[in-house]
Antibody, heavy 115, light 107 residues
Framework: QVQLQESGPGLVTPSETLSLTCTVS????????WSWIRQSPGKGLEWIGY???????NYNPSLKSRVTMSVDTSKNQFSLNLSSVTAADTAVYYC?????????WGRGTLVTVSS | EIVLTQSPATLSLSPGERATLSCRAS??????LAWYQQKPGQAPRLLIY???NRATGIPARFSGSGSGTDFTLTISSLEPEDFAVYYC?????????FGQGTKVEMK
């Protein structure tokens, strides 16, 4: 069965770029869509965007100016970059298969934005 | 964007009781609604998709209904492992959005 695992720094400095990678195992990253979702106490669950295995993307307008996603099919991975982070970006970040329903999800990784 | 409003915020029930959770959309989303269960320290798990279809491996005590703007998740007889937070999510429009959650707690 397909499994997802997020990885990346747990602490990011304000104004810097948050970078996370999701590694997919148990199935090919093709031909699916893959999303990033975050969860914070203040804003609940928030869909960040998706990337198709071909590289096409769709981002949440609320974050679009700061988000970049990429995919590496040779490594069965996809990635998230969120620039100019502030404390409001502190959250648990999940990757999930999408684009309609989110299933399955990774276990999530807590990213704290602090100096 | 479509706003999903869940009610109640908290539901206090005993094992064996029936749980009824509501999700209301700010505009019609046809049947494009999913329900997720989240336990502490875990990721959400898909329970129901397209309003009434159980995801793989989900017990029959979970059922979903509704269309348009009003949706319901019913747990027919609560098991101890069902005490958790439940979220609804729509896939009718971009961006995808979630409700704020209903916590089902043990009375």
């Amino acid at each position: 069965q397909v499994q997802l695992q997020e990885s990346g720094p747990g602490l990011v400095t304000p104004s810097e770029t948050l970078s996370l990678t999701c590694t997919v195992s148990g199935d090919s990253i093709s031909p699916y869509y893959w999303s990033w979702i975050r969860q914070s106490p203040g804003k609940g669950l928030e869909w960040i965007g998706y990337i198709y295995y071909s590289g096409s993307t769709n981002y949440n307008p609320s974050l679009k100016s700061r988000v970049t996603m990429s995919v590496d099919t040779s490594k069965n991975q996809f990635s998230l970059n969120l620039s100019s982070v502030t404390a409001a970006d502190t959250a648990v970040y999940y990757c999930a298969r999408s684009p309609g329903w989110f299933d399955p999800w990774g276990r999530g990784t807590l990213v704290t934005v602090s100096s | 964007e479509i706003v999903l409003t869940q009610s109640p915020a908290t539901l206090s029930l005993s094992p064996g009781e029936r749980a009824t959770l509501s999700c209301r959309a700010s505009q019609s989303i046809s049947s494009y609604l999913a329900w997720y269960q989240q336990k502490p320290g875990q990721a959400p798990r898909l329970l129901i998709y397209d309003a009434s279809n159980r995801a793989t491996g989900i017990p029959a005590r979970f059922s979903g209904s509704g269309s348009g703007t009003d949706f319901t998740l019913t747990i027919s007889s609560l098991e101890p492992e069902d005490f958790a937070v439940y979220y609804c999510q729509q896939r009718s429009n971009w961006p995808r959005t979630f409700g704020q959650g209903t916590k089902v707690e043990m009375k």
